[in-house]
């Protein structure tokens, strides 16, 4: 049974970092990706970044570029978002997910339950 499992999520100020993590269990994926999302009060679930689990590759909403960077650690088997130069509008609910297959899909298979990361300004 896959299980993901997200911590890391808090307050902080505008123009601070915070690191939400994403454990990972349970996966029989041969290639996978895992992405985070995130839902604002009132708006549809989107898409943050993705990172391909066997070589890395990586992706981003325009919004984020240059100051999120997501990374992951095989042996851990866990993943990572570190948020630098935060703004009031990345307040929301960050969620993680896998998906089988690359790293441009749509469709991903299991989700976390999601931590709440707010941004005071």
């Known amino acids: 049974q896959v299980q993901l499992v997200e911590s890391g999520g808090g307050l902080v100020q505008a123009g601070g970092s915070l690191r939400l993590s994403c454990a990972a269990s349970?996966?029989?994926?041969?290639?996978?990706?895992m992405g985070w999302f995130r839902q604002a009060p009132g708006k549809e679930r989107g898409f943050v970044a993705a990172i391909t689990w066997s070589g890395g590759s990586t992706a981003y909403t325009d919004s984020v570029k240059g100051r999120f960077t997501i990374s992951r650690d095989s042996a851990k088997n866990t993943v990572y978002l570190q948020m630098n130069s935060a703004k009031p509008e990345d307040t929301a609910v960050y969620y993680c997910?896998?998906?089988?297959?690359?790293?441009?899909?749509?469709?991903?298979?299991?989700w976390g339950q999601g931590t709440q990361v707010t941004v005071s300004s």
């Open positions: 349970g996966l029989t994926f041969s290639t996978y990706t």
């Open positions: 997910a896998v998906r089988d297959g690359g790293l441009y899909g749509t469709k991903y298979d299991y």
